[in-house]
């Protein structure tokens, strides 16, 4: 088990400042510029200094996400498998809703399906069969992908203590697993503006989005957590993320489940 519990001021300090970069939509330069020796274990600290930060101002912790799903997003940041953040109440965001584009330091959007868990799941070994058994319901849904790292000039250190980019969510109508198509061979549409800006199949989130649960909840082992019951996890994205401006609307369709929009003010 990975001990993210260490201290070290350097971490509290790359935390402080990401927390300030969120509270202030300012984003600062990237934490491995400032912290070269910043890894990949370090940065899931620090990720978890800032969620035990906001559980203890009152937050409520509602889901996870994961992210760098794609072979495209992988092979840009030079690794060979996701990374994992998480979703709270105020990230939430209702289909259909408008929300400030100030309150982002650079917004993008991303389409994926939503597992809602009727059962935990905890690693290791956790399988797709047993995350199909798990779920209660799935949901065409919208990511805001938003980085605190000033122009997105991440590596995957900067990102993952960057809760993986996690900026909010905008969930659609829960459809019952029961009644849902094999999710491998359900295709994405993302729309900003009513126009077509990306469209890609299931089989692009590591061949199934199912297979990107099962990945998550072995990775939460290894930091001593899982999924618990009640929770959604965000399974990645279908195709590339579009930015988003003010006065933008964006949409993401996927076949079977429905739609979900957003606006930006």
């Given at each position: 088990?990975?001990d ?9 300090e790359?935390?402080?400042?990401l ?25 899931y ?9 906001l ?22 940041l ?26 982002f ?40 992908v ?9 590596t ?7 809760n ?62 899982g999924?618990d ?37």
């Amino acid at each position: 088990m990975i001990d993210v519990t260490a201290r070290d001021p350097r971490l509290d300090e790359a935390a402080q400042r990401l927390y300030t970069a969120l509270v202030g939509s300012s984003p600062i330069p990237p934490l491995t510029e400032t912290y070269p020796n910043l890894g990949v274990a370090q940065a899931y600290s620090v990720q978890r200094r800032n969620l035990a930060r906001l559980l203890a101002d009152g937050a409520l912790l509602c889901g996870h996400k994961i992210g760098l799903t794609s072979a495209p997003m992988q092979s840009l940041l030079g690794v060979s498998e996701p990374d994992f953040g998480y979703i709270l109440d105020s990230m939430m965001l209702a289909d259909g809703a408008s929300v400030p584009r100030a309150a982002f330091c650079a917004p993008r959007v991303e389409p994926e399906v939503a597992f809602l868990l009727r059962a935990p799941l905890r690693g290791p070994g956790v399988t797709v069969a047993e995350v199909m058994a798990a779920t209660e319901a799935v949901a065409a849904a919208l990511e805001i992908v938003d980085s605190r790292i000033a122009d997105w000039r991440i590596t995957l250190a900067d990102t993952v203590a960057d809760n993986a980019s996690s900026g909010a969510v905008v969930l659609g109508e829960w459809v019952p697993i029961s009644d849902a198509s094999p999710l491998s061979g359900t295709t994405a549409a993302l729309y900003l503006n009513d126009a077509l800006v990306g469209k890609a199949q299931g089989t692009a989130v590591m061949g199934d989005p199912a297979v990107a649960v099962a990945w998550l909840a072995n990775a939460l082992a290894e930091y001593g957590t899982g999924i618990d019951a009640g929770q959604f996890v965000m399974s990645g994205s279908y195709t590339g993320a579009a930015f988003i401006g003010a006065g933008d609307r964006a949409a993401a369709t996927i076949t079977a489940l429905g739609a979900v929009r957003v606006t930006f003010e």
